[in-house]
């Protein structure tokens, strides 16, 4: 080997182990593309050799040129090494300094909850919706209504007790005109409008003169259904009323049918679920009679459809009502009724979902 | 009302009956029992006894040591912790083997001796609750009952049930409903018993009495409307005093307390018939014409209860010689009452309609066990019966001697017949019920059965008579079919679904009110409830007013806090956040859905005049979002805005509505309030609560209030028609460019986007402000806006120079309608 070729093999040497020492101790990315510049440039001693090549023996430049080749390629993937792991090294840190407490609270805006007696209502409405029932328009039943829409189209009689000061709120706006003390007033309004057949129900307020208790208040929520057709019996209502209290409660539970007297229908009914508390072995809940009264129902009197100028006898039909607040202090064992209408958040927010 | 069953059995024969299964026949058929109890005392063992010595108890400061001396059957020491123990006090002393009631726990025990303290205990003396007692006796303060009147020395170690002529007996206590005036009497519901048992009904007999001799007395009856029948009975030598102890138990057990043997009796036939009677004091009332009339206005007359009471054109006199001496039906007078030495009777058996009774009681606003009779209607055909049987007990009882009977009958009395077929009982009531069935229910309840020839095949007719005590309930066939079920039995009807379901109408209206409770609660609001009749105090407390002429006040209302009803949600709203943040819920974000009442027309009788209209409300104040270590977010009025905004882009896409700044509202923040148009329509207001009202209020933290008309969103979404039709989504890139200017704070953000509208650049896809500058660079009373615009071309890339023109165009367009400065 000629003296040329020796000493450049040489140097190219130790430019490798140069190169190796110097890129052990880089510690940042800036430094390694100055190595970059500084060993591979145009300026960079590997170019200065390969410019020498011309200087060396045509026998031993092949051999001389590939080790500069080879010496090149090195130091490129010395410099690439480095890079990656000065990276991995740099992001190791950051996900370190990223670190979080996993475990402390989200950032939300909490779903607000809607109030019980809408989520009774809506689920008793939706019940019925599913049996046929269509939902009368809120805002063609009038809570300041009629003496006549109230008492008389229901066949009240014109003495009837309940239309006594005691029971019901009259108005200064005439002497006929009241709150309504049910909701039965949807069904003259409706029957008026509509011909039979028809299977409808109205939820709404009602009022009634009483002293406040936490059974009793001033104004509550009824739920009222009517069912007018050709050929509608006695036992149709009760299979409504029984399937309506298995979806309600969420599970088959015994009713019972007492007699009673609404001026409205006839022959009338009062319903009782057994307690869902004690399963009918009496309880305070329900007077220790195991029964809990959840309706009122009956066959539409005649007299009723007559008034609004339907045939009673070719058609008949059943109607129903019920009070929102007592399903609701049954479904969620709510003792007090006032806690509705106190709406004390702490309540409330329990209605979720 | 409350029924003796012991007396009940002398109508019907019960034996074998439990009162639970009397009381459960009973309500089901519709005469509901609402509590059973019992009567007269349980108790066994218990006999009179004598406080001989008291002394204290050697271990124990409460307790005496009492000797009890039970006369031939010795003296026993007993342990007593009750406080009015005293010397010489007779008293009731259960023996050991007694059985008496365990007050604490309820039900009976048997007495054992005891050792008390150390000190041995044979027996026990009572209390009237250990016996049961305490509804048909009083005693004054606690412990033990003292029997010192009611007993003499000679009855000492006596039975004290003997003593006492003490019966036990079951009481019922029933609530008929307002149309079975005829079940206000033991003989109505022991009819229902009979009917229902399949037992024989037995009656007492009343003779029509001889009268003795004649008198003066006379009826003249000449308003029909307040009294139809009236007859009157003078008896004579009346030896009054007290009643035997039967009919003293009987009318104990009913509730009603013994006065003397001649009142006790009206009581008692009334209880048993229904037909309430009255006793005047013939020596007070003497021989003349008695009448039935409208009071006079103004008129005043003291009752037996000694109450003066002014009488009015509502209430209903019985007069004697045109003086009230009873109002009629209610209650008898004081000057003609009935005393222990009354030797003379005038008996009034009289028909009083229900209307005018029930107008007259209420007249004076007294009612009485006479008056919840007629009230509900009595049976005018069986006045005489009550009549003849109160004559018969008076002569019995009293010694008494008929004179004369005056009366004057106006009674319209038909007997009424309705069809019955069993091919209605059928259709009424989904199931048959066989003809013998029918026939078995209705004759024991009074009814009579007449089977029409005419009856074709399976179809039973009958043509029934109803009787005359159930003539104001019964006269229709639908009625009949009740009475046949109710007995028959609710529970033996099947149940099935009726046929041919329709699909029902869709309530678009009710998908709207759900969704906007959907959508507040989804936005972080919940939803309240509140009352609709409202009072001067919620007003006055909350800071707010109401226009009284359009106000709907209740006339009768028993509470201040609900005169009328409200015309606006927030007043309530505030009264919850109030109650909430004293409740320590200071993070308050709630609404409600509910209506607001305004007197608009004259009512007339199908019309109330009276416009509800459906309202959303909002409250929010403080804020409840979690995660509060992270970023603790502020409520202010653009939380509150953007709630109502989100709201109506949610439910009318495209629909603009307008903000004007409301500054006139007294309990609004004049500069943070607006009221809201969509079109020409009012929609609501958005705004902060004044902060002087906030003080006063004791809000802690600003309060931030919506309140918008349904109704209007209502009408604007009832007339659309149009489904969604989504629109291709363009495939060509948007580009943003941003313009800022400054300009006075009188230009508003709204006039600002309503004139870059109206440049009418079809490439403008969307505006966007980005940033509101007031600085020191900007003159005072003037603000730097800034605008992001994206524009986009539906058809081609755009160009620079596409881009240019557009925002040129823009641009002049604002400069052209507003004082804009661009930077």
Not at chain 2, 336 to 342: A, P, Q
Not at chain 2, 737 to 752: E, G, K, L, M
């Amino acid at each position: 080997m000629s003296p040329v070729s020796h000493d450049l093999k040489e140097q190219l040497q130790s430019l490798q182990a140069e190169a190796q020492a110097a890129l052990s101790k880089a510690t940042s990315l800036k430094e390694i593309e100055e190595y970059r510049v500084h060993f591979l440039g145009r300026k960079g001693p590997l170019s200065t050799i390969k410019r020498g090549l011309k200087d060396v023996p045509d026998a031993e430049r092949v051999e001389i040129g590939s080790l500069a080749n080879e010496i090149s390629q090195t130091i490129e993937s010395l410099l690439d090494e480095r890079l990656t792991a000065l990276k991995q090294e740099a992001l190791a840190v950051q996900l370190a300094e990223e670190a979080l407490d996993v475990t402390m609270p989200g950032v939300y805006l909490p779903t607000g909850t809607i109030h019980p007696l809408t989520l009774v209502t809506q689920s008793v409405v939706d019940i019925f919706r599913g049996m046929g029932f269509e939902l009368i328009e809120d805002n063609t039943c009038p809570e300041v209504e009629t003496d006549y829409y109230n008492f008389e189209a229901l066949n009240f009689p014109a003495d009837h007790p309940a239309r006594d000061m005691q029971d019901t709120f009259y108005t200064d706006v005439a002497s006929n005109v009241l709150l309504r003390s049910q909701t039965s007033n949807a069904q003259i309004r409706y029957m008026e409008r509509q011909k039979p057949p028809f299977r409808v129900v109205s939820p709404g307020r009602v009022y009634r003169n009483e002293e406040v208790s936490s059974r009793k208040g001033v104004m509550f929520h009824q739920i009222e259904g009517l069912l007018v057709d050709e050929k509608t019996t006695f036992s149709d209502l009760k299979g409504i009323l029984h399937q309506f209290v298995k979806l309600f409660f969420g599970q088959e539970r015994p009713t019972r049918f007492r007699n009673s007297f609404f001026p409205f229908t006839e022959p009338s009914a009062e319903v009782d679920v057994q307690c869902i508390l004690c399963n009918g072995n009496g309880c305070r809940t329900c007077g220790h009679h195991g029964w809990l009264e959840i309706l009122g129902a009956g066959m539409v009197d005649p007299n009723v459809l007559k008034g609004v100028g339907i045939d009673p006898e070719k058609y008949n039909g059943f109607a129903f009502g019920m009070g929102v607040e007592r399903l609701a202090m049954l479904q969620y064992s709510i003792r007090d009724l006032r806690m509705f209408y106190n709406n004390d958040l702490r309540f409330l927010n329990q209605f979720r979902g | 009302m409350r029924v003796s069953l012991d007396w009940l059995n002398e109508y019907v024969d019960i034996s074998g009956l439990t009162p639970e299964i009397i009381a459960e026949a009973l309500t089901n058929a519709g005469l509901e029992v609402e509590s059973i109890e019992t009567v007269g005392g349980q108790f066994s063992g218990v006999v009179v006894g004598r406080v001989d010595v008291v002394e204290q108890h050697p271990n124990a400061d409460r307790l005496r040591l009492v000797t009890v001396n039970l006369g031939p059957a010795g003296q026993n020491r007993v342990v007593c912790g009750a406080p009015n123990v005293a010397q010489g006090m007779c008293i009731a002393y259960a023996q050991i083997g007694a059985k008496v009631i365990n007050r604490k726990e309820g039900g009976m025990f048997e007495l054992k001796p005891a050792t008390i303290r150390g000190v041995e205990s044979t027996g026990m003396i009572c209390s009237l609750e250990e016996l049961g007692l305490q509804d048909q006796y009083t005693a004054e303060g606690d412990g033990i009952w003292p029997l010192t009147d009611l007993v003499t020395d000679a009855d000492l170690g006596q039975d004290l049930k003997t003593v006492l002529s003490l019966k036990p007996d079951t009481v019922l206590e029933v609530a008929p409903t307002a149309n079975r005036g005829d079940l206000m009497s033991v003989i109505g519901v022991a009819r229902e018993v009979a009917a229902l048992f399949k037992r024989p009904l037995k009656l007492p007999s009343a003779q029509a009495p001889s009268p003795a001799g004649t008198s003066n007395y006379q009826v003249k009856l000449t308003d029909t409307s307040v009294c139809q029948y009236y007859a009157g009975a003078y008896l004579v030598e009346v030896q009054n005093g007290e009643s035997p102890d039967w009919m003293k138990q009987r009318l104990l057990s009913a509730g009603i307390r013994s006065i003397n043997v001649v009142v006790d009796i009206t009581n008692y036939v009334m209880l048993e018939y229904g037909q309430p009677l009255h006793a005047f004091d013939a020596q007070k009332l003497p021989e003349g014409t008695i009448g039935v009339r409208v009071a006079k206005p103004g008129e005043v007359f003291t009752t037996l209860d000694d109450q003066a009471r002014t009488l009015t054109e509502q209430s209903v006199v019985v007069t004697h010689n045109d003086r009230p001496v009873a109002l009629a039906g209610v209650m008898g007078g004081q000057d003609t009452e009935i005393s222990d030495t009354t030797k003379s009777v005038f008996l009034e058996a009289a028909f009083f309609p229900s209307a005018s009774n029930r107008r007259s009681a209420r007249s004076v606003g007294l009612r009485s066990e006479s008056s919840a009779r007629f009230e509900r209607g009595v049976d005018p055909a069986s006045t005489h019966l009550a009549f003849y049987r109160a004559i018969a007990l008076l002569q019995e009882l009293t010694e008494a001697s008929l004179v004369s009977i005056a009366q004057d009958d106006h009674r319209q009395l038909q007997t009424q017949q309705v069809p019955l077929s069993s091919d209605r009982i059928q259709r009424i009531l989904g199931m048959t019920i066989a003809e013998s069935d029918v026939e078995a229910i209705l004759t024991p309840l009074g009814f009579q059965l007449e089977p029409q020839s005419s009856s074709a095949g399976d179809n039973r007719q009958w043509r029934v008579t109803i009787p005359s005590f159930r003539g104001q309930d019964v006269y229709r066939e639908i009625d009949l079919i009740e009475e046949v079920i109710r007995i028959f039995g609710y529970d033996r009807i099947p149940y099935t679904l009726p046929q041919e379901t329709a699909a029902p109408a869709l309530n678009r209206r009710d998908f709207l009110l759900r969704q906007i409770q959907r959508l507040m609660a989804a936005t972080g609001l919940s939803e309240v409830a509140t009352h609709s009749l409202i009072g001067d105090a919620l007003l006055q407390r909350t800071g707010f007013s109401q226009d009284p002429d359009s106000t709907v006040r209740v006339n009768n209302s028993q509470s201040i806090d609900h005169t009328f009803l409200r015309q606006s949600l927030i007043p309530n709203l505030l009264e919850i956040a109030k109650y909430n943040q004293s409740q320590g819920n200071e993070n308050c974000w709630i609404f409600e859905l509910g209506r607001t009442y305004v007197k608009r027309r004259s009512a007339n009788e199908k019309d109330s005049g009276v416009e509800e209209s459906l309202y959303l409300g909002g409250l929010l104040t403080g804020h409840p979002a979690r995660g509060v270590w992270h970023k603790a977010p502020e409520t202010d009025y653009f939380t509150v805005k953007g709630i109502v905004e989100n709201l109506l882009e949610t439910l009318l896409p495209g629909q603009s509505t307008r903000w004007v700044a409301e500054t006139s509202m007294s309990s609004m923040h004049p500069g943070r309030s607006a009221a809201l148009k969509l079109g020409k329509q009012p929609l609501g207001i958005v705004g902060q609560l004044h902060p002087a009202l906030q003080e006063t209020l004791k809000f802690k933290a600003p309060v931030y209030v919506f309140e918008l008309n349904v109704e209007v969103l209502w009408q604007v979404l009832q007339k659309k028609t149009e489904t969604l039709a989504v629109e291709s989504l363009t495939a060509y890139p948007s580009v943003q460019r941003d313009i800022a200017f400054s300009a006075p704070d009188q230009v508003t953000h709204q006039q600002v986007v309503s004139a870059v509208n109206q440049a009418n650049e079809p490439l403008l896809r969307h505006i966007e402000l980005f940033d509101q500058y007031r600085g020191q660079q900007l003159e005072a009373g003037t603000r730097s806006l800034a605008y992001r615009l994206t524009l986009q071309s539906e058809t081609a890339t755009l160009t620079d120079k596409e881009i240019d023109a557009a925002m040129e165009k823009i641009k002049r367009q604002l400069s052209s309608q507003l004082p804009v400065s661009f930077r």
